[in-house]
């Protein structure tokens, strides 16, 4: 199975500000690479796919990048509503997995 | 617009058999993986399988023993069973649609469905 890392575990932030999230797959995913964002007693919400292509109405604010095995995701200026856990999946091969999340507080 | 409604009871006795189905509404089944994704305390997210008809399916190898899919267009609905569950499989559990032939990944999703396995 691709083994996917996410990195940090937590992050905490002011609204306006810039934060970057990482994902490390454990072998080349071509970008095969989706985010999603997950609040709390809700399903995951699907923000970007092939590892930089935003999802219909996600704004423009995040941004997806990467390729291979190392993938990141900035979110800018951020907002309130950007609070949540943020996963990454790979879709390259089966079985699909995820990251373990990085929750994003708000300060 | 597409929406995925989950059914299906929220407490199952140990080594007893879990089921769960997933109505569509809004649009075809058509052209389409249609997935069940967990998430436990144990594992975080994990993809449990899709099913695209009755005779294309793929399962998680770590699950594959104790998971079958079924699915029926006209009534516009698929289903999971697992049997034997044990404290382990506790968690929510979430349909999902992954369009087939596209770049798309699990682009809608159900509402989720808390299984807890107790006695």
């Known amino acids: 199975d691709i083994q996917m890392t996410q990195s940090p575990s937590t992050l905490s932030a002011s609204v306006g500000d810039t934060v970057t999230f990482t994902c490390r797959a454990s072998q080349s995913i071509n970008n095969w690479l989706a985010w999603y964002q997950q609040k709390p007693g809700k399903a995951p919400k699907f923000l970007i796919y092939k590892a930089s292509s935003l999802d219909s109405g996600v704004p423009p604010r995040f941004r997806g990048s990467g390729s291979g095995t190392d993938f990141t995701l900035t979110i800018s200026s951020l907002q309130p509503e950007d609070f949540g856990t943020f996963y990454c999946l790979q879709y390259y091969s089966v079985p699909y997995t995820f990251g373990q999340g990085t929750n994003l507080e708000i300060k | 617009q597409v929406q995925l409604h989950q059914s299906g009871p929220g407490l199952v006795k140990p080594s007893q058999t879990l089921s769960l189905s997933c109505n569509v509404s809004g649009g075809s089944m058509n052209g389409h993986y249609w997935t069940w994704v967990r998430q436990t305390p144990g594992k975080g997210l994990e993809w449990i399988g899709n099913i695209y008809d009755p005779a294309n399916t793929r399962y998680n190898p770590s699950l594959k023993s104790r998971v079958s899919f079924s699915i029926d267009m006209a009534k516009m609905q698929f289903s999971l069973e697992m049997t034997s569950v044990t404290a382990a499989d506790s968690g929510v559990y979430f349909c999902?649609?992954?369009?087939?032939?596209?770049?798309?990944?699990?682009?809608?999703w159900g509402q989720g469905t808390l299984v807890t396995v107790s006695s």
């Open positions: 999902a649609r992954y369009p087939s032939g596209g770049p798309l990944p699990f682009d809608l």
